[in-house]
């Protein structure tokens, strides 16, 4: 019998992580189905796992709840789960999960365990996507507006065209598998697994999260206007017909940003600056709990 270790993130969907443990706990407790199954819970990943070999890590949070469990998860090798308690929710959208609590908890019992890639971003891991430049700015906004990140998945669309009146582009040399390219101008870059980002933004809506590819998104050489005229279409995957914006995908990915560091994000967590990355694809690295055919 799999027994479920609940990380709780007290602080995801502006506390309503901790509404969704209170629901949790009177399921298990009311429900005969659930009466039977062995859990424990913490509110940090740092927090001692019970070494049982069919322990499940389910994340009890958004994407950045799922970001720092699945650390623990890639690095013991222990299936995920996730009941879905945060603001965009792009992994288990781009993975299957169902939103419901009930139809959540279910899968996490009883589902099968599959295999999905995962980027190895210098020492740390991604499991949906990472971006710099325009991208990671506003989530760094974000993260600092407490009032704005209240407004739940309309953040991203309120703080962009403020962050954009300041930024800057920038330039970077780009290495896939090995084959050189040069960008003068740049706005944003993601490298991805998953196909939505930022709450439904379908920013690399081809990608495949078990193909053993990393998907990459450049915007380049736009107006600020133009990227404002640009965004909307982002949330239909209807800016990859734009001649500005281009496409890459590949096993092993380095980028060196010219002039300046620039901040980044791992699965809308805040990261640090960087001069260099190297992304390296992990084939099957994140066992993940999911009803979905991936």
Known sequence: MRRL???????????????TWSKIEAYLKQHERFRAVPYTVAYDVQDEIPADDDTVLVAVGGDGTVHRVAQVSIAQNR???VIPAGTGNDFVRNVGIPTSLDAALLTAMS????????????DGWTVNACGFGLDADV????EQSPKVKRLGRLAY??????????YRPFAMELVVDGQSFAFHHVSLVVLSNGR??????QITPHAVMNDGRCDICIVSDLTKF?????????YRGQHIRHPAVTFFQGQE??????????RSEFDGEVGRTYEEITATVQPGGLRVITPAEL
């Open 5 to 19: 270790h609940f990380i709780v993130n007290p602080a995801a969907g502006r506390g309503r992580s901790l509404k």
């Open 79 to 81: 299936p995920l789960a």
């Open 111 to 122: 589902q099968p365990i599959r295999r999905l890639d995962v980027l190895q971003v210098n």
């Open 139 to 142: 989530v760094h906004h974000v």
């Open 157 to 166: 669309g309120i703080i962009m065209p403020k962050t954009l009146y300041h």
């Open 196 to 201: 939505s980002i930022g709450g439904g933004m």
């Open 226 to 234: 133009s990227l404002l005229r640009l965004f909307p279409s982002v």
């Open 253 to 262: 990915v380095r980028i060196h940003f010219r002039n300046t560091a620039r």
